[in-house]
Every structure is written in structure tokens, then in C-alpha cells.
């Protein structure tokens, strides 16, 4: 198209999408007029964008993505790009995972977040900088948690939050409306760590893993309804056909000075 | 329908269906593509503001887009077992016998993002050299020395790849 032609593709798309000047929108438009090609790549163009607004329309795409979008901003937590210390993190993890591989064959993990060979465990990076794993399950507010997934076969993963307001927060998949395709293996950490905020008290983090793809608004709908029958974030259970859901309950303290 | 919501899905009607596109010929699964449309259309969200020049709003969707799929490929070891052998050409004439899918692949274990970026727009997007310095900056003659280097190291990674 470009071979003795003053518009290229990118020139082409940019009057397509309507990104160009008034003056090369005319030219663009003039041009067309005299050349069959260009103006069939901006009819192609069109048909095809046409096609997909009916099929992937803005109101089913993207306008759904508002409560999972408003609750994920609005929320106590934060999500955080990857860190430094996540690095850091991850040297220990060998160390860790090693241990863990160990401890595996000499004898079973006896943990509530491991179930067989799937489920979710915790590192916390407290306000002196120092990693650990919190035995007690107990956070204080501006710790930053990472997450590890250990999981084989039951990739779709979902990782929400659930305080005792009833606030769901979706931590993955990221601003999607379906699960988060997790790499098989053993203590993989997530790619953002979580920066926990002001918010003190019980909190639930919940790990749903699943053989097939899960919808976020499925989960979130099983346990916004759960929550208001019982009131109580503990008892909240995910059901379906080859899921696991992996509860992680732990309690926030105000940060000590 | 709030201001911001229409503001939103004007820009969806403009920019949507070039993000949906790069995303599926790099993703081939249009439930993938799908989730990243989502995710790059809300990052143009967050970003449509700080973009100062909105006449390069092109090739900011197909850089966007690029390297998020780039990111979900990374993370999703799934796409490569997608990969069907009947799909794989031959060593040979690179630019008629691979296949998009094949391409990517190969293109993708390649660690040179600038090699990726020639492989991607020359062999997926079909785009010549003039368009690609347009979205990536690289000369025509940097283009070419990549795409000479992704062709060299062709061997070696099907041999890596075993294909």
C-alpha cells in the first residue's frame, strides 16, 4: 500500500480511528477517492470494526468492569507493581521452596492453605523492611503480603479479599472479568505484592482455583451472598465442579511505632 | 450513562477494535485477547490524559497492547502448548512458510525486545520498513540488521525448540 502511495497503514488507521488532523483527515479522504487499495483498507477496517462493537460491545465489555475496577481502587489495599524487596523475596523463596520440597517427601504438609497440591501461602514484608512468613496470621496496617500459589492442573485462579463490611476486592485477574491462567509449580509468587492500608481487623483473602475458566463476578456473587447469610467472613465456602478454594483468614493491627 | 462512561465508550468505539486486533494475532485465543482488551483499554483509561500527543494515539495502542501480550504470553506457559505442529514451516524462506502463531513463538524466545518488535511488525502486522520506524523509532536499516538476526538465530532456537 505504501509503494507510491503519500499514506501508509498507520496513516490509514489513524483516519480509521479518527486520531488525525482536519487537514490530513481531507487529504486522507481525497486520496481515497482516486485509490481503490486505500480505500478498501479503510472500508475492511470499518466493516471489521463494526463486526467486533456488535460482538464485544462497550456495554458488556467494559462498562461491567466498573465495580470490579471502583472496588479494586476504592478499596484498603493497594496493589503495587513489582518491588524491590519482591526480588529479595525471592532469594529466600529458593531456600524456602527447597525446604519445602523436602519436607514434602519425608512428610505431608499440614497447612489449611495447601490442599494436595494446590493452594496459596503468605510472606509479609514487615515496616523494618525484613521478610517473614507469619505463622500467627497476624498483619499489621502498611505491611506489604505476597502471595505464593502452589498448583498443578488447577491453573484459573481467582484472589480475592473479603473484610467484614462485606467489601469483596478482586486482587487477580487484574481489572478482567475471568480468572488468572496460573503457571503450574510450587511457591510461585504472584507478580504484585499487596500493600495492606489503615483498615484494622479480621480479613479474609480467599484463593479460588479452578480446572476451567472462572468468572470474577461468579465468585464475587458466591461470596457477597454468603457473607449476608452468615456474617461472618470464616465460614465463607466457593462451590463448583473442580474448585478449590483456599481461605487464608488473618487479622490486621494498627502499625506499633 | 454518567459523562465519563460516554467519554469511555467513545473511546472504545475509536480505539477498541484496533487493541482487540493486535491482541488476538498475538495471542491467537480470542478469549485472551478478550482479557487483554480489557486490560489495555483500561490502562488507556488511566493514561488518556497524560498522552500528550493524541495524533500518536496508533502507535501507543499497538505498543500497549504489544507489551501486555508480551507480559500475558510470559506468564501463560499455555500459549506455547497451543502451538500445533501442523502449523510449522519449514527453516527456510521465513517470511512465506511460518505462520503467524509460529512466528510469535519463535520471535518471543528471542530476548531482544527491538528483534521482537521487527519479527512482530514485519512478519504478523505485514508492515514495511517506513511503517515500523513510525511505531518503533528503529531505522530501516536497524529493522533490517534485526530481522537478519532473528533469521540467524532461527536455527538455534528450533533446535531449542525441538520443532
Known amino acids: 500500500m505504501t509503494n507510491g502511495h503519500v499514506f501508509d497503514k498507520i496513516d490509514l488507521m489513524e483516519y480509521v480511528t479518527n486520531s488525525c488532523d482536519d487537514k490530513k483527515r481531507t487529504a486522507i479522504e481525497l486520496h481515497c477517492r482516486q485509490c481503490p487499495q486505500c480505500a478498501r483498507f479503510c472500508r475492511e477496517y470499518a466493516r471489521e470494526n463494526d463486526g467486533f462493537l456488535n460482538a464485544l460491545p462497550f456495554e458488556s465489555t467494559i462498562a461491567g468492569l466498573g465495580t470490579i475496577q471502583e472496588s479494586t481502587t476504592v478499596l484498603r489495599f493497594r496493589k503495587h507493581g513489582r518491588k524491590p524487596w519482591l526480588f529479595a523475596l525471592a532469594a529466600s523463596l529458593i531456600l524456602t521452596v527447597a525446604t519445602f520440597r523436602v519436607l514434602q517427601t519425608s512428610s505431608p504438609v499440614v497447612s489449611n492453605q495447601i490442599k494436595g497440591e494446590t493452594g496459596i501461602t503468605v510472606y509479609v514484608q514487615n515496616n523494618a523492611g525484613h521478610v517473614e512468613k507469619r505463622d500467627n496470621k497476624v498483619f499489621f496496617t502498611h505491611e506489604k503480603i505476597q502471595f505464593l500459589y502452589t498448583c498443578a492442573g488447577y491453573n484459573n485462579l481467582i484472589l480475592l479479599g473479603m473484610d467484614t463490611s462485606g467489601t469483596v476486592t478482586i486482587y487477580y485477574p487484574v481489572m478482567q472479568d475471568s480468572s488468572y491462567t496460573a503457571e503450574s509449580g510450587a511457591a510461585i509468587p504472584l507478580p504484585n505484592s499487596i500493600l495492606l492500608d489503615d483498615y484494622v481487623g479480621p480479613e479474609l483473602f480467599l484463593a479460588v482455583f479452578s480446572k476451567a475458566r472462572l468468572k470474577v463476578s461468579d465468585i464475587q456473587n458466591q461470596c457477597i451472598s454468603h457473607y449476608k447469610q452468615t456474617h461472618d467472613i470464616a465460614s465463607i465456602k466457593i462451590s463448583g465442579e473442580n474448585t478449590i478454594f483456599c481461605p487464608y483468614l488473618c487479622t490486621v493491627h494498627r502499625k506499633t511505632q | ?163
Request: proline share 2%; with cysteine; charged share 30%.
Open chain 2, 1 to 163: 450513562m454518567n459523562s465519563s462512561n460516554t467519554a469511555a465508550k467513545t473511546l472504545y468505539e475509536q480505539y477498541g477494535f484496533l487493541i482487540y486486533r493486535t491482541c488476538l494475532r498475538i495471542l491467537c485465543s480470542e478469549h485472551d485477547a478478550k482479557d487483554a482488551l480489557q486490560t489495555v483499554f483500561c490502562k488507556l483509561l488511566e493514561q488518556y490524559d497524560s498522552i500528550r500527543d493524541k495524533e500518536r494515539m496508533v502507535p501507543w495502542i499497538f505498543n500497549a497492547a504489544k507489551n501486555h501480550c508480551y507480559n500475558v504470553i510470559r506468564f501463560n506457559k499455555k500459549f506455547l502448548d497451543k502451538i500445533e505442529s501442523d502449523e510449522i514451516g519449514t527453516t527456510d524462506g521465513a517470511d512465506e512458510k511460518i505462520s503467524a502463531r509460529e512466528i510469535i513463538r519463535i520471535a518471543f524466545k528471542n530476548t531482544d525486545a527491538k528483534i521482537r518488535d521487527a519479527v512482530y511488525y514485519t512478519y504478523v502486522e505485514q508492515f514495511d520498513q517506513k511503517e515500523i520506524q513510525k511505531l518503533t523509532g528503529q531505522s530501516p536499516a536497524t529493522i533490517r540488521r534485526n530481522l537478519k538476526r532473528f533469521k540467524d538465530s532461527l536455527p538455534a532456537i528450533r533446535k531449542r525448540l525441538e520443532l
